[in-house]
């Protein structure tokens, strides 16, 4: 650079100038680092709730790092201790992000052979765990969030579990409320998938940059099979929406189905939340279960 003319230097400035913003991204960094431990602060249990707790003997469990573009994602992981070539299940979180119910839920699929893995999508973006209102995780963290950095990080996932104890060719994904969206849209997305289980997952809404189609949409292009499991007492989610996702299935002549639980209200499988219903989630956890086992994952 010593050498270097006027106008070779201007120009280098230029170059350099042009890629500071990429390079503040970088230096930003993740906001999450590290998953901690319990519930997050906007839906504690109360005295009156019992959260299922499943223990870690004989399974290996635990935070990881996952290599993606731009750093590391923070993710949780359970599996049955010294087990290879496990078929691989991702577990994609509601807004709230990956507390101790979304570890457990890992920990359950672990307990049934599998190696699951529940990555911490919104840590570039801010800690859902931390926030104790609804809509400022919506609107700070959510908002923010977009569906094609959350598939690019889940095809990390699925990379790095293929390179550490699991079976890539055995892969399956299931997600609570924001999760249930992500679930069908990665069935979509990513034709290795071979089933999926969508726990009262939003099928239409607005569409913007962020989220450009929802699962309506993307009916015909799902790879798998997908289980959409909602309430008919759920106050976020149109019955009107869940019957047009039914149609939409019937006519792509898939293999997915959608199951109806009367009287659910939305997010009866969180037992750790007043609205868990324990008849339709110990249902749509036996029905989880056997489609995984139906579709060879």
């Not at 650079?1 to 930003?28: C, E, H, I």
């Not at 010294?82 to 509601?94: H, R």
């Amino acid at each position: 650079m010593a050498n270097a003319t006027p106008a070779q230097q201007s120009n280098d400035r230029a170059q350099f100038d042009s890629l500071l913003p990429a390079l503040q991204v970088d230096r930003r960094g993740f906001i999450v680092t590290a998953l901690g431990a319990g519930f997050a602060l906007a839906v504690q249990p109360s005295a009156a709730q019992s959260p299922i707790k499943t223990s870690t003997d004989g399974l290996t469990a635990g935070e990881i790092k996952v290599p993606v573009k731009d750093g590391e994602v923070v993710a949780y992981r359970a599996m049955p201790a010294g087990k290879s070539a496990a078929p691989v299940v991702l577990v994609v979180s509601e807004i709230f992000g990956v507390h101790e119910y979304i570890a457990d839920v890992c920990r359950r699929l672990a307990r049934e052979g599998y190696l699951a893995i529940a990555p911490e999508l919104f840590a570039r973006y801010g800690d859902p765990r931390k926030l104790s209102n609804i809509q400022d995780i919506l609107g700070n963290i959510i908002a923010k969030t977009p569906d094609a950095g959350v598939m690019a990080d889940l095809d990390a996932c699925v990379a790095w579990a293929g390179k550490n104890g699991g079976d890539a060719s055995r892969l399956a994904i299931t997600g609570f409320c924001w999760g249930g969206r992500i679930t069908w849209l990665y069935a979509a997305h990513n034709p290795a998938v071979k089933a999926g289980v969508a726990w009262y997952g939003r099928i239409d809404g607005e569409v913007n940059e962020r989220t450009p189609k929802y699962p309506l949409d993307l009916a015909a292009q799902v790879k798998g099979a997908v289980l959409g499991l909602y309430g008919s007492a759920d106050q976020g989610i149109p019955l009107d929406d869940v019957n047009a996702m039914k149609d939409a299935i019937a006519k792509a002549g898939g293999k997915s189905q959608i199951h109806v639980y009367e009287g659910a209200p939305h997010a009866f499988h969180a037992d750790y939340r007043p609205t868990y219903r324990k008849e339709p989630a110990e249902d749509g956890w036996k029905r989880l279960l056997a489609w995984l086992k139906q579709y060879g994952v």
